[in-house]
Nanobody, 123 residues
Framework: QVQLVESGGGLVQAGGSLRLSCAAS????????MGWFRQAPGKEREFVAA????????WYADSVKGRFTVSRDNGKNTVYLQMNSLRPEDTAVYYC????????????????WGQGTQVTVSS
């Protein structure tokens, strides 16, 4: 099992930036890929971005490509999500998750989840 703790959420104006962090501990062998998902009120959880621990390969949802950047610091066992040019539609609870091999954009690939951190973007 992998324990995940997110931080860095908050309230920001449209056009602003936030950086989310996800500190991981526990079974490192289970952390093949790390993903970021988000869930807005009344909507389903959706894929945002993912990064592979081993080689740093990244994936992004079309809605955030060019605005968000996912990165990892292996020494700190931490994954980051840098969010720039934020929009009101980015408002959601953001979750990081640890997964094994599988479809990167599918939530079923991920077996451990953090508690989530709220991001609110005002217009």
């Amino acid at each position: 099992q992998v324990q995940l703790v997110e931080s860095g959420g908050g309230l920001v104006q449209a056009g602003g930036s936030l950086r989310l962090s996800c500190a991981a501990s526990g079974r490192t062998a289970s952390r093949y890929i790390m993903g970021w998902f988000r869930q807005a009120p009344g909507k389903e959880r959706e894929f945002v971005a993912a990064i592979m621990w081993s080689d740093g390969n990244t994936w992004y949802a079309d809605s955030v490509k060019g605005r968000f950047t996912v990165s990892r610091d292996n020494g700190k066992n931490t994954v980051y999500l840098q969010m720039n040019s934020l929009r009101p539609e980015d408002t959601a609870v953001y979750y990081c998750a640890a997964g094994g091999a599988g479809l990167v954009r599918a939530s079923a690939t991920y077996h451990d989840w953090g508690q989530g951190t709220q991001v609110t973007v005002s217009s």
